[in-house]
């Protein structure tokens, strides 16, 4: 769900990182040392469809998989 401005809700931004998570896991089990190359090649294909919440969605797996975790910080 999105708010009023159309942005992310809490509950959307929550499945969107356990989706994440979900397919980082996938991709390192797969693909073991070549997961963040997979994933940047995912990301650039849907960067340059122009989906920008795809793109963001791949933007955290990457981020996963590198051990970096882009979200807001607790």
């Known amino acids: 769900p999105v708010d009023d401005g159309g942005h992310c809700t809490r509950e959307c931004a929550s499945r969107m ?3 994440a998570a979900s397919t980082a896991g996938q991709l390192m089990r797969q693909y073991g040392e ?3 190359v997979i994933a940047t090649l995912r ?3 849907v960067a340059a469809q122009g989906d920008v919440e795809a793109l963001a969605h791949w933007d ?3 981020a996963l998989i590198e051990g970096t975790d ?3 910080s607790s």
């Open 43 to 45: 990301a650039a294909e």
């Open 60 to 62: 955290a797996v990457i």
């Open 70 to 72: 882009l979200g807001p």
């Open 17 to 19: 990182s356990e989706t």
């Open 34 to 36: 070549d997961a963040a």
